[in-house]
């Protein structure tokens, strides 16, 4: 679908699609907070649920009778970026339960450089100097974010962030491994995928009709729109360039509750968040900058 205005051979166009999307996510965290009973088993189950089923008629309108065709072109990589997406969703959530937040947004701020080196094992994928250097500057400003609320945490629930983390590295490899292949049947496996393994932690399917409003706001309209524009994004951008983009998730995540819900956010995730900011701007308009100055060079010549 031919989208006005957008130039894809234009790789700022992506960058700016990465950004817009990474915005999208960040309401994820408002929206659990504004879920009132159900537990997050129940969340992630009713959440993947809608977002697979909402993808899935669009598959279906899409390719018709060769939506089996569809499913089969996404190969061993959308196989492996459906369950990765999937597990990994399981594993934040099961991180979330077993330590603090602070603790899985630090271990999170690692899946840059997790993405970088299966990027390099996995596709040969070179790592610019300025993406090594901006994940570096992110790191920081996200160890400062959180510096006031860390926790040590029960062992388990930082090992389940870092498996998170390292599954959403591993996601955006895969997408990227996969090319031009339409990788929109992969979300819909992935959250058909999350269904499934929550049901077990569940507890019971009863949820009122509030909380199943909000799953189905973050499941199809979050979710869905945002991992499918992912996609896309992985065809153009390096997956370690990718994942260090979407982590403007982290820094607006606390302005959304603080507008809505009027919680002040600590003057160290203000700071923090100021320096992830600095990191993004790094990767997302450096080349910008080069470009202006070869451009310039040449018509001095």
């Not at 389940?160 to 959403?168: D, F, Q, T, V």
């Amino acid at each position: 679908m031919k989208v006005p205005g957008f130039d894809a051979g234009n790789r700022s166009h992506w960058v700016f699609l990465a950004l817009l999307l990474a915005t999208g996510w960040s309401l994820s965290g408002l929206i659990f907070r504004m879920i009132e009973h159900a537990n997050a088993p129940q969340i992630a189950f009713y959440r993947g649920i809608m977002l697979s089923t909402f993808l899935m008629s669009f598959v279906v309108m899409r390719y018709g009778r060769a939506t089996p065709r569809a499913f089969r072109a996404i190969g061993k990589s959308g196989v492996a970026a459906g369950a990765s997406l999937g597990i990994g969703s399981l594993f934040f959530l099961y991180a979330i339960e077993n330590t603090t937040i602070a603790n899985v947004s630090f271990v999170n701020a690692a899946t840059p450089f997790i993405a970088a080196a299966l990027g390099w094992v996995v596709l040969r994928e070179a790592v610019a100097r300025r993406t090594i250097v901006a994940c570096s500057i992110a790191v920081v400003g996200v160890a400062i974010m959180v510096w006031e609320s860390v926790a040590v945490g029960s062992w388990f629930g930082n090992l389940a962030a870092l498996a998170g983390a390292s599954l959403s590295a591993g996601y955006a490899v895969a997408l990227r491994r996969g090319g031009g292949v339409d990788m929109m049947p992969a979300v819909v496996i992935s959250g058909y995928l999350t269904a499934v393994a929550a049901v077990p932690l569940m507890g019971g399917f009863t949820i009122t009709w509030h909380d199943l409003g909000f799953a189905a706001l973050q499941g199809v309209v979050i979710s869905a729109v945002c991992n499918v524009a992912f996609t896309y994004c992985a065809r153009h951008i390096p997956a370690a360039e990718l994942t260090l983009l979407s982590m403007i998730e982290s820094v607006l995540s606390p302005f959304w509750v603080w507008l809505v819900l009027g919680e002040t956010p600590y003057g160290a995730i203000i700071v923090g968040g100021a320096v992830v900011l600095a990191a993004v701007g790094i990767e997302a308009l450096w080349p910008l900058r080069q470009r202006l100055r070869r451009r310039t060079g040449m018509a001095a010549r």
